[in-house]
């Protein structure tokens, strides 16, 4: 039982259990040591397939989602097309799920929120994914849209219009709402939509319960979207919390043009019916620029006498501005206008229709101001007791209030008088941008988004359509009338000059709005915005201008050909007849599309060519159609120009074929009294 020891010293009992456990302790640490390295590796494998199950969560078809934001890609193992930023919080990822096609978070840094992303694919070619991120307080939200490496259009009319959109300086988020761009060149347009395109087929849709602001930093190239209500024009719908919401769609394409066609069809609202052919044929004659507010009985009837004098045809002679005593009133100054009765019915034999001037102020020296007030027909002040003044171009006055049935009813009645009782063919609707509206307002029917008031407005013309005139537009596509750019100025640039046409017209009609009226052919010669005389715009200028408006939907003169010389003269009447001749049949027959289709008549050249980089680019050419190309010259003292031939076969306004395309014609020459088109050949 026990074993002995030799040594020199005494030998002694030693325990056997005690010497057992000394030689264990090796083989007890080495396996404690493997448990803990089993266990290591069982955690360490247990959180790698945990982050791939929430790396495969994250992602939803070509979208993948971090805790700051999202990227989409364009096809597996592609290309980025799409990159947004969150700027007012970071989700926490482990309060992700998802279930099916749709990826919900339910809390950021800040606290709880309802985050979603749905995928959608309606079509094989398309790709969507609709984004909501909904506060439950009353902070703001806010979501940063990077434009790098593509080019965007759509948004909005602007003062200074580039084709793509050109951003400069920083500019925190600010409402998104219609505004006069002529007295504010700083704000957003008349026109405009919550929409923007972008070279890499992309699409982005704002949705209309958001209380919208947009801003940007050219530097990091990002669009900042941002919704909230506090000390902003958006409210809340009633008994709703004043907590903002940020939704939206995005959508991936194969191409520019597919991608823009899809989004059309789906989310813009089409015009029912098409105005009248003679406002696509016939140039309109306004009186505006040519005598302002001083117009009379006598210069009305010597002007429809020198149009038809110099043999042009008329589609309507527009009376503009001041024919009443007062702003507000609905009868004519019976001093500047008397016997109105007789001098319609001269025009009406002389071949003329006429339309007359309107708009939505009623000064408070009209005495309409007094039945306003008696009937609650104006936008009041917050209490809703008082009328709230608005100082407008023209004075001070009262707004009607567009939402009120009562104020909708009177108006369009004495509208219809006037119709009736000189037999007026339409109307020209000035205003209606909601920087009309005061700061603080109330309205019979709360408006959560101001720029409701402007889709109102637009409604007053529909009763008109054939030969109406709207110069706003919000949600207004289905509006059957003519859209008109905001005033030009009579000069060559692209603030409000010559050079904007194009890049505005493109831009709205991406929006939507293809019955266009490019404002007067020559700009509205106001003081010290004027390139000339002052009294009339550069003869070149206005030559120019004259060539570019010929190919437009529509046509419009108000200074007139013969207040230059008989060459001037010759130039508009040959223009005049090419317009009716070879660009209305082309409107007419694309204008019936637009009511099934919504795609532009004036396109971009991308629209032929939607992969075409240099396509992506080209600011001063356009195409009616697909099988018209137009190139005017955009520049004082040049009687040549660079062109851009898209892939295709062409033929020239002067009988030339270009069969190797692309290519870029240098200096291609075009005289003074001549503007560059091209015709598809098939």
Request: charged fraction near 25%; avoid cysteine.
């Given at each position: 039982m026990y074993q002995m020891v030799q040594g020199n010293v005494a030998a002694s009992p030693v325990n056997p259990k005690l010497k057992q456990t000394k030689q264990m302790r090796p083989l007890v640490g080495a396996s404690v040591l493997g448990m803990l390295l089993v266990l290591a590796a069982v955690v360490a494998w247990s959180y790698y397939t945990a982050s791939l199950r929430k790396a495969?969560?994250?992602?939803?078809?070509?979208?993948?989602?971090?805790?700051?934001?999202?990227?989409?890609?364009?096809?597996?193992?592609?290309?980025?097309?799409?990159?947004?930023?969150f700027r007012s919080g970071a989700l926490d990822l482990d309060s992700c799920s998802k279930d099916g096609k749709i990826l919900s978070c339910t809390q950021s840094d800040a606290g709880k929120l309802n985050f979603f992303i749905q995928t959608v694919k309606p079509k094989e070619t398309v790709m969507c994914y609709?984004?909501?991120?909904?506060?439950?307080?009353?902070?703001?939200?806010?979501?940063?849209?990077?434009?790098?490496?593509?080019?965007?259009?759509?948004?909005?009319?602007?003062?200074?219009?580039?084709?793509?959109?050109?951003?400069?300086?920083?500019?925190?988020?600010?409402?998104?709402?219609?505004?006069?761009?002529?007295?504010?060149?700083?704000?957003?347009?008349?026109?405009?939509?919550?929409?923007?395109?972008s070279s890499s087929a992309t699409a982005i849709k704002i949705n209309d319960s958001v209380p919208?602001?947009?801003?940007?930093?050219?530097?990091?190239?990002?669009?900042?979207?941002?919704?909230?209500?506090?000390?902003?024009?958006?409210?809340?719908?009633?008994?709703?919390?004043?907590f903002p919401e940020l939704s939206y769609r995005v959508c991936v394409g194969s191409d520019v043009t597919s991608i823009h066609k899809y989004m059309v069809r789906r989310y813009f609202n089409k015009p029912t019916k098409v105005p009248s052919e003679n406002i696509f044929k016939y140039p309109i004659w306004s009186t505006w620029a040519i005598y302002k507010s001083g117009i009379d009985r006598e210069k009305l009837l010597r002007y429809a006498e020198n149009i038809k004098k110099n043999n042009f045809n008329c589609s309507h002679l527009e009376l503009d501005n001041r024919y009443t005593t007062y702003y507000g009133d609905f009868e004519f100054d019976p001093v500047k206008f008397p016997n109105a009765t007789e001098m319609f019915q001269k025009l009406r034999d002389d071949g003329f229709h006429v339309s007359l001037w309107t708009h939505p102020f009623i000064n408070y020296n009209s005495s309409n101001f007094g039945v306003g007030i008696e009937r609650g027909l104006f936008v009041r002040e917050p209490t809703g007791q008082l009328p709230a003044m608005v100082r407008w171009w023209n004075g001070i006055g009262a707004i009607?209030?567009?939402?009120?049935?009562?104020?909708?009813?009177?108006?369009?009645?004495?509208?219809?008088?006037?119709?009736?009782?000189?037999?007026?063919?339409?109307?020209?609707?000035?205003?209606?941008?909601?920087?009309?509206?005061?700061?603080?307002?109330?309205?019979?029917?709360?408006?959560?988004?101001?720029?409701?008031f402007t889709r109102r407005y637009t409604e007053m013309a529909m009763p008109f359509y054939e030969r109406a005139e709207l110069r706003v537009g919000y949600q207004s596509q289905n509006i059957s009338c003519l859209f008109r750019i905001i005033d030009r100025d009579s000069v060559w640039g692209f603030e409000l000059g010559l050079k904007s046409l194009i890049p505005t017209v493109l831009t709205i009609s991406i929006l939507g709005y293809q019955f266009i009226l490019p404002d007067m052919i020559g700009g509205n010669v106001y003081p010290?915005?004027?390139?000339?005389?002052?009294?009339?715009?550069?003869?070149e200028l206005y030559i120019r201008w004259l060539e570019l408006s010929a190919f437009m939907p529509s046509m419009q003169f108000s200074i007139p050909p013969w207040h230059y010389d008989k060459e001037v003269i010759e130039i508009a009447q040959r223009f005049t007849a090419l317009h009716e001749t070879l660009v209305?049949?082309?409107?007419?027959?694309?204008?019936?599309?637009?009511?099934?289709?919504?795609?532009?008549?004036?396109?971009?050249?991308?629209?032929?060519?939607?992969?075409?980089?240099?396509?992506?680019?080209?600011?001063?050419?356009?195409?009616?159609?697909?099988?018209?190309?137009?190139?005017?010259?955009?520049?004082?003292?040049?009687?040549?120009?660079?062109?851009?031939?898209?892939?295709?076969?062409?033929?020239?306004?002067?009988?030339?074929?270009?069969?190797?395309?692309?290519?870029?014609?240098?200096?291609?020459?075009?005289?003074?009294?001549?503007?560059?088109?091209?015709?598809?050949?098939?």
């Open positions: 495969d969560l994250l992602k939803t078809e070509l979208l993948d989602l971090n805790r700051d934001g999202f990227v989409i890609w364009n096809r597996p193992g592609g290309k980025i097309v799409f990159r947004m930023d609709r984004v909501r991120w909904e506060e439950f307080s009353e902070r703001e939200v806010e979501h940063a849209m990077s434009y790098k490496g593509a080019h965007w259009y759509g948004g909005a009319e602007t003062s200074t219009q580039h084709w793509p959109i050109l951003i400069s300086g920083l500019q925190p988020p600010k409402p998104f709402l219609t505004s006069d761009i002529y007295s504010n060149r700083d704000a957003f347009g008349g026109i405009l939509e919550r929409y923007w395109l919208f602001h947009l801003g940007w930093n050219a530097t990091e190239e990002t669009l900042y979207f941002q919704a909230r209500y506090q000390n902003t024009p958006y409210k809340p719908a009633p008994g709703q919390e004043p009607l209030d567009f939402t009120n049935p009562a104020a909708r009813d009177w108006y369009l009645s004495n509208l219809k008088d006037l119709k009736s009782k000189y037999g007026v063919a339409s109307f020209k609707f000035d205003a209606g941008e909601t920087s009309y509206l005061p700061e603080q307002f109330s309205t019979f029917t709360p408006l959560p988004d101001p720029s409701y010290n915005r004027t390139d000339g005389s002052g009294e009339l715009p550069d003869r209305a049949p082309l409107v007419l027959e694309l204008a019936g599309e637009v009511l099934d289709t919504g795609d532009p008549i004036i396109r971009p050249l991308w629209w032929i060519a939607p992969n075409d980089e240099n396509a992506h680019i080209v600011d001063s050419q356009f195409l009616i159609g697909d099988t018209l190309m137009v190139a005017p010259v955009l520049e004082p003292g040049k009687q040549e120009r660079d062109i851009y031939l898209p892939k295709g076969r062409w033929r020239s306004y002067k009988g030339e074929h270009f069969d190797k395309t692309p290519q870029l014609l240098t200096d291609y020459p075009i005289d003074l009294d001549e503007i560059a088109y091209f015709t598809w050949v098939s």
